[in-house]
């Protein structure tokens, strides 16, 4: 029974410290941090896996190729994105802000004006669905344009009204 007590002790020690260090982790690296062994830990993490298969719980240990990690399940992916601010670097925030008061807008041009940066930029950006594409029929290239969830998340209902102001303000000054 001593066992089965150090065993679970292991495991929670295992759960804190991959909440503590919020990246997925080896066995070794695991192995490390609790100063034990990596076979042990291996033990403690199939004990863990087989807790957290057994609870309703909002979070799961998943292993990714040598790697464990503790997050929250797909399945409040939608919640996170409500009440985590967003992190965009500055970077993608001009290239998003370039497409919402130029767009739509020829993904050539954006890249012209933003430089070849703006390659992983644009693909954050549609990965995060504040932009969408599609292709320019005239040439070979994309057409970017911001989402309503682009409009949704930063509260942005009168982008065109903002752009054509600019527009005025530029031929009065």
Same mark, same amino acid.
């Given at each position: 029974? $001593?066992g089965? +007590?150090?065993l679970?002790t292991?495991?929670?020690?295992?759960?804190?410290i991959?909440?503590l260090k919020? $990246?997925?982790?080896?066995?070794?690296e695991?192995? +490390?941090?609790?100063?034990t062994?990596? @076979?042990?830990? @291996?033990?403690a993490l199939?004990?863990l896996l087989?807790?957290y298969?057994h &609870? =309703?719980?909002?979070?799961?240990?998943?292993?990714?190729?040598?790697k464990?990690?503790? $997050?929250?399940?797909?399945?409040f992916?939608a919640?996170?994105?409500s009440?985590?601010?967003?992190?965009?670097?500055v970077?993608?925030?001009?290239t998003?802000?370039?497409?919402?008061?130029r767009?739509p807008?020829p993904?050539?041009e954006?890249?012209?004006l &933003?430089?070849?940066?703006?390659y992983?930029?644009i =693909?954050e950006?549609l990965?995060?669905?504040?932009? $969408?594409r &599609?292709?320019?029929?005239?040439?070979?290239?994309?057409?970017? =344009? #911001?989402? @309503?969830?682009?409009?949704q998340y930063?509260? #942005?209902d009168?982008?065109p009204?903002?752009a054509?102001? &600019?527009?005025?303000d530029?031929?009065?000054?």
């Amino acid at each position: 029974m $001593q066992g089965d +007590t150090d065993l679970r002790t292991l495991a929670m020690r295992v759960e804190a410290i991959l909440y503590l260090k919020a $990246q997925p982790l080896t066995l070794k690296e695991l192995a +490390t941090l609790a100063g034990t062994d990596p @076979e042990v830990i @291996e033990l403690a993490l199939i004990e863990l896996l087989n807790d957290y298969a057994h &609870r =309703q719980t909002a979070l799961e240990v998943v292993q990714i190729d040598d790697k464990y990690s503790l $997050q929250l399940k797909s399945a409040f992916q939608a919640l996170v994105q409500s009440l985590v601010p967003l992190e965009l670097g500055v970077g993608a925030q001009r290239t998003l802000a370039l497409i919402a008061l130029r767009g739509p807008i020829p993904q050539p041009e954006v890249i012209a004006l &933003r430089g070849s940066s703006a390659y992983q930029h644009i =693909q954050e950006l549609l990965t995060l669905g504040f932009i $969408q594409r &599609r292709r320019d029929n005239r040439s070979r290239s994309y057409i970017l =344009q #911001v989402t @309503e969830r682009f409009h949704q998340y930063f509260q #942005v209902d009168q982008l065109p009204t903002i752009a054509a102001e &600019r527009a005025d303000d530029s031929h009065t000054h």
